[in-house]
């Protein structure tokens, strides 16, 4: 299994461009997650999805956008990028047991905004 | 917010075992007790969770108070490998609409 997996790893944009941000995993999760990490600070949930066709906001969900097509992607879109919008963002994913569970996180995608 | 509290750093010879406590004084009855580390900005990493007992696996032990208002995550070896941001976080099942919520958890340094 690859797990999660983030692309691109490395992305620099202007002020008010759009990109996605992909996120794909292999192991039939049915939770999907996205989280931001500013320098020196925690993780904090922008959005998160818990199967094909539903998601919901987060704690920083502002700027960003989510889908989920398919049970393995689950893309973050910013529609017009802003400085404050810097950060590496996370991906992470997990079962949806009705008990504690692992979640697996990816290696993440390291976002500059100019 | 974080309903946990950690201290913010802690050092540990290597090969000595590494005890990081960890305060969840408001926790419910079906939350559990998680703990994850961060690698030098790496993805986060699972170690371990609980919700009553102690647990043990293959990277960690945890140790959990009978009144389940504080834990200990024991790293019984530590290697310069286990220096990263540890995050200590309380959280109910997924299932139920639940999410982790990460602080800013203990920087461990291993020394030699």
């Known amino acids: 299994n690859a797990g999660v997996t983030q692309t691109p790893k490395f992305q620099v944009l202007k002020t008010g461009q759009s990109m996605t941000l992909q996120c794909a995993q292999d192991m039939n999760h049915e939770y999907m997650s996205w989280y931001r990490q500013d320098p020196g600070m925690g993780l904090r949930l922008i959005h998160y999805?818990?199967?094909?066709?539903?998601?919901d906001q987060g704690e920083v969900p502002n700027g960003y956008n989510v889908s989920r097509s398919t049970t393995e992607d689950f893309p973050l879109r910013l529609l017009s990028a802003a400085p404050s919008q810097t950060s590496v963002y996370f991906c992470?994913?997990?079962?949806?047991?009705?008990?504690?569970?692992?979640?697996?996180f990816g290696p993440g995608t390291r976002l500059t905004v100019t | 917010d974080a309903k946990t509290t950690q201290p913010p750093s802690m050092d540990c010879a290597e090969g000595r075992a590494a005890n990081l406590p960890c305060n969840h004084s408001?926790?419910?009855?079906?939350?559990?007790v998680y703990w994850y580390r961060q690698i030098h900005s790496q993805g986060p990493q699972y170690i371990i969770h609980?919700?009553?007992n102690n647990e043990t696996n293959e990277m960690a032990s945890l140790i959990i108070t009978e009144d389940r208002k504080s834990s200990t995550l024991i790293l019984p070896h530590a290697t310069l490998r286990d220096t990263a941001v540890y995050y200590c976080?309380?959280?109910?099942?997924?299932?139920?609409?639940?999410?982790?919520?990460f602080g800013a958890g203990t920087i461990l340094r291993v020394k030699s």
């Open positions: 992470a994913s997990s079962y949806l047991p009705q008990d504690g569970y692992e979640q697996y």
């Open positions: 609980g919700l009553k």
């Open positions: 999805s818990v199967g094909a066709g539903i998601t």
């Open positions: 408001t926790i419910s009855g079906n939350e559990y």
């Open positions: 976080i309380v959280s109910g099942p997924l299932a139920y609409g639940n999410k982790l919520v």
